[in-house]
């Protein structure tokens, strides 16, 4: 590996449902997106394939209807070596990669299932872990609770971005990931961010009780609801519309 | 083993059209000899080529693309190191995405019903160990597609079909069981790619046959799809009739 050619950041975004994970997520990518020099993936990791509208990127396949039509071929009789199963899922994965200047985008869809096609749910995940090494910057939009820091795919992530909103459950949820995830090799640093908060205040008595690094936080933002509900792509961070932490979050990134 | 003969003449026989029809055209049949050495760095790890990078993308899964590989162990039939190229070559490409056709044939010495399914593999898989610096390709066998992206900058520096066909069949060559190797590509339109649609139809019926005959060990003819293809395919018949044998003496 050459010196431009350095391990992948990947960062994985995760917390309780209904925080904010998504809108966190793409605000983080369109932060990250700033330096032109920089190759980001974004990974929606999330059912429901919510990122891709505040990126404003289309989605033509999910790795889940990959990982479909290569069951149905299979129970169809059309088999190969393991060798040409993996390039074929490997070209399929490219062909699902929806790219703008500078950004890739990867929607996972549902969440692999248990059951006897374990083998191509490890094929994907290799796949991914391939093609992650192609960026500089990667960020995993999580789908909500714990259960994916078991899947191998998370062996990869170096930060751990939990968000909470100011609720108990919200970092509960936050501090069960953290306890679950330092298990997990290639993680360097994780920490907390609050959105959804009523404003300063409520940040300083969060402060107090909070079990975890603290990455920065947001305030409840009229225009993210907005915008969410009607589907749009979300503005430029630095237009001052959605104000994000980009300091603190910089600064979460490279200690 | 001569399994393939009829797909490889046949596909002379259209080049042959080809080079007919467009002699003085504007899109002519042209023929390379492979270099014995490829001056061209290999690719880092990093190994996609982004779409905002690439100056030409040859066979997006959008576009028509068909690739295939067949061998005989007639030497008369392949000639050795000859690149053919029908189109325009990656430099003269004016859209950013074309259709693509290959094929790859081989003259080998020692093909038998008992190997000749392993060496397929192992010689369809080894594009996938070819590293230049600039291009990206990914591919399926079973649906006999190729995709490759080349980078602005290596359009710029001049990778083109010699280097590239140059690259792949001095891959072939490490396998001491080709004695031959020569390479066809096919740029000039989606109906020309199209045309050769019918060869590889009928030898990746061959290849699933024969991949049916390993990986399933089915040998009731009867309900087999690929009935007709073993028939009409006397190795075939034969490959199938070892198979049966081998797996009778060990029951």
Sequence with gaps: ?255 | MQLFNTIISDTRQLIADWSDQQAGGPLPVRKFEAADHVHWPAAGNRDIVFQSDTGVELGNPKDKSVAFLAWTDDAGQVHDNRITLVGPDIGEIAESSVPFGKVVLIHGSGFTEDNCYERFREMDLCRFDVSLKGYMMRAVSQYMREWSRISREAVKNGLNFEVLGSAMLRKLKEYDYIKAAEIIFVTASPDHVRQLGPMADRFMQYINAMTKMHQEMDFDCDSCEYQNVCDEAEELRSMREKLMDKKESSE
């Design chain 1, 1 to 255: 590996m050459t010196a431009n050619e350095k391990a992948p950041v990947i960062i994985a975004v995760c917390g309780k449902g209904g925080v904010g994970k998504t809108s966190i997520s793409a605000l983080l990518t369109r932060m990250l997106l700033k330096d032109s020099t920089k190759r980001i993936l974004a990974i929606d990791a999330d059912p429901a394939i919510g990122l891709s509208y505040p990126l404003g990127v289309p989605v033509h396949k999910t790795v889940d209807e990959i990982r479909n039509d290569f069951i149905a071929d299979v129970e169809k009789g059309m088999t190969g070596s393991k060798e040409e199963l993996i390039r074929r899922l490997d070209y399929e994965m490219l062909d699902a990669m929806t790219e703008t200047e500078n950004l890739a985008f990867l929607a996972i869809g549902r969440p692999e299932g248990d059951g006897c096609y374990c083998q191509v749910n490890s094929l994907l995940r290799d796949i991914i872990k391939a093609i992650a090494r192609n960026f500089d910057i990667v960020v995993i939009d999580g789908e909500a609770g714990v259960e994916q820091i078991d899947r191998r795919v998370m062996d990869m992530v170096t930060h751990l971005f939990l968000v909470s909103d100011a609720s108990a459950r919200g970092r509960n949820v936050a501090a069960t990931i953290d306890r679950v995830a330092q298990n997990k090799p290639g993680l360097k640093k994780t920490g907390i961010f609050f959105n959804r908060l009523q404003g300063a205040e409520e940040m300083d008595a969060l402060t107090a009780q909070a079990p975890l690094s603290i990455i920065g936080w947001m305030a409840e933002n009229a225009l993210i609801r907005e915008l969410d509900r009607d589907g749009k792509p979300f503005p430029d961070v630095g237009d001052g519309r959605i104000p994000f932490p980009e300091e603190a979050v910089y600064r979460f990134l490279k200690q």
